[in-house]
């Protein structure tokens, strides 16, 4: 008989320490995160969506170069030479 109220005592304090009210933890989707499963995905105009973003992720390389060729330019006129 001990054995049994013990064993109820356990399951109710284990079932009172349980919170229903505790979602698990989600991490908001960034834009770009968001944007890319759209791409990926069945519904109409997701193809525009990911042609979109090949074309953003490509400006963005061509400024990282354009940026890149402008400090070695910079790096190379502040050597003390003068040009004509």
Known sequence: ???????????????GCASPDRAPATRK?????RDSLIAI?????AT????ALATSDASA????????TLREIGDSDSS???TP
Do not use: F, H, N, Y
């Open 1 to 15: 008989m001990r054995w049994v109220l013990i064993a109820i005592l356990g399951a109710l304090a284990s079932v």
């Open 29 to 33: 989707l960034t834009e770009r995160e």
């Open 41 to 45: 995905s069945p519904l109409p105009g």
């Open 48 to 51: 525009v969506v990911g042609r």
């Open 61 to 68: 390389k061509r400024t990282d170069r354009q940026a890149e």
């Open 80 to 82: 003390g030479e003068e």
